[in-house]
DNA sequence: AATGACATCAACCGCAGAGTT
DNA sequence: AAACTCTGCGGTTGATGTCAT
């Protein structure tokens, strides 16, 4: 591929980048010496002696590669040549079926940890997932499609309910807190590489940690006052503003209610909550710093938007990513449990913690990523007005409430209850409604109808 | 055939962490 | 400890290809 597309530009120095080649100005972020380098795409001939320097130097010293060689790139534009085009055992073309999979997997376990994917998927690099993966998100969200598959976030689910047991409180979320590279366990990908080759997909996934759909709700300047001062500020920054302004704009204009809620929620929330209320009170960024809040309530925010990509349909077409069945990867099992789970959002939503664990649960959303972001979410504002009600068991699973739970009682509360306030209101329920409507046009993409008459 | 929209890919940029001086 | 360098990562952009109209 890279080849032949070098072939072309040897034999064609046409269009401005060519005829008028980028030389850059001399630091490429990196100090040089004054030299002038080259930028844009590699011809073959600067392919041919790369190759020829890292064969007899190896890699690494990529600085050292335009002193050396007489290449005039600089030590950056080396090593990403050589990592994504010339190195050996690259795997080139489409992905298969089963790298997709596994792509969609990882994704759901470490969000867009580009090279940590590519760890995972021999021959492949990090630039190819990130592409592929982009490329995914703008077709599932034209589409009106999730990203995850069902079963990934009902594992997330169970994961999540998982953790609260084990851990029996915010312990273990501090924990992940605390460790913000958010490791996956080893076991967890050797899982994965066993399964590599048994698939086209298997229902029975591996433990999907949703610690990292948590982080990425983390990333979100919601939680920022939780992150450990070792996450350096600009970094936080960074991730929580990725997603921002194309979720804003979705939600102003796809959930006018949410204006209401931007103007007058936040101060109504943020007392109870005091000085705890995880925003910050800068009267000049409240607009965007409060919305960040449902911004980071969105497990899928981070990581599946591109900042590049905001679109209007995002938000409600991707908020109720656990009841689309993934039609495109028609094996990622059964989704008999979509209905059951959306009951539980819906039902948990409605049967808020006591008061007591209100702030604690607040300020420690459990690692379970997704759908206990959304369900956090719902609880802390739920709380904000639902004082005195305390009508559920804090022990109660999300499904053990589902079981019991009115759906219809839900819907109709959080109705009421979101009228001015919040966007959540459209959530579970409402989201899931409004994305029924979008439905796909292409073939692999077409979300079955059977699968929402489950849900509704 | 022309054109525009969309998809794909390669490459760049800025930032951060680790290592070195 | 501070400054510097190198390396890697993730986000983004721009060029080109492909397809539909």
């Known amino acids: 591929m890279s080849h032949t597309k070098n072939e072309r530009e040897d034999g064609m120095l046409s269009k401005n980048r060519k005829e008028l ?109 990130k592409n592929y993966w982009n490329t995914r998100i703008k077709r599932r969200q034209r589409a009106g499609l999730p990203l995850y598959p069902p079963e990934v976030c009902l594992q ?118 005091g000085q705890s209320f995880p925003f910050e009170p800068d009267p000049l960024t409240k607009k965007s710093q409060s919305f960040s809040a449902f911004q980071g309530s969105h497990a899928l925010s981070h990581g599946n938007f591109s900042a590049s990509e905001p679109t209007l349909e995002a938000v409600k077409l991707e908020l109720p990513s656990l009841q689309y069945p993934e039609t495109e990867l028609e094996n990622w099992g059964t989704l008999s449990c979509s209905s059951s789970l959306l009951e539980s959002i819906d039902a948990f939503i409605q049967s808020p913690q006591t008061t007591s664990g209100v702030v604690l649960d607040s300020l420690s959303p459990r690692n379970s990523g997704l759908l206990d972001a959304l369900l956090h979410e719902a609880k802390t504002l739920s709380s904000a007005k639902n004082h005195a009600s305390d009508k559920s068991s804090n022990s109660s699973t999300p499904c053990d409430i589902a079981e019991r739970s009115n759906f219809n009682t839900c819907e109709t509360e959080w109705e009421n209850y979101g009228e001015t306030l919040s966007p959540m209101c459209h959530s579970a329920t409402s989201f899931f409604s409004e994305s029924i409507s979008a439905s796909g046009s292409s073939l692999d993409e077409q979300p079955p109808a059977e699968t929402f008459t489950g849900i509704l």
């Open 21 to 129: 080649p980028l030389i850059d100005d001399g630091n490429c972020g990196d100090a040089d010496g004054g030299a002038l380098l080259k930028k844009g795409p590699w011809t073959s001939a600067e392919d041919a002696i790369l190759i020829d320097y890292v064969k007899k130097h190896g890699e690494g010293n990529w600085n050292a590669v335009q002193k050396h060689s007489g290449l005039f790139r600089c030590g950056k534009s080396c090593r990403l040549r050589w990592a994504n085009h010339l190195r050996p055992n690259l795997k080139k073309g489409a992905f298969t079926r089963e790298e997709e999979h596994l792509i969609i997997e990882l994704h759901a376990k470490m969000g867009n940890k580009w090279a940590r994917m590519a760890a995972n998927l021999p021959g492949r690099t990090d630039n190819e997932i």
């Open 156 to 273: 997330a689910l169970k994961e999540s309910h998982r953790t609260s047991a084990i851990s029996g409180g915010d312990e273990g979320t501090h924990d992940i807190l605390q460790n913000n590279t958010y490791e996956i366990p080893d076991v967890i990908f050797d899982s994965l590489k066993a399964n590599q080759n048994v698939l086209p997909y298997v229902p029975e996934l591996p433990d999907i940690s949703a610690s990292c759909m948590m982080m990425k709700v983390l990333g979100s300047s919601q939680y920022s006052s939780f992150i450990p001062p070792a996450i350096h500020r600009q970094k936080r920054l960074r991730e929580s503003a990725a997603f921002s302004p194309g979720y804003t704009a979705a939600v102003k204009n796809d959930c006018p209610l949410f204006e209401q809620f931007e103007d007058n929620m936040f101060d109504k929330a943020a007392q109870p909550f």
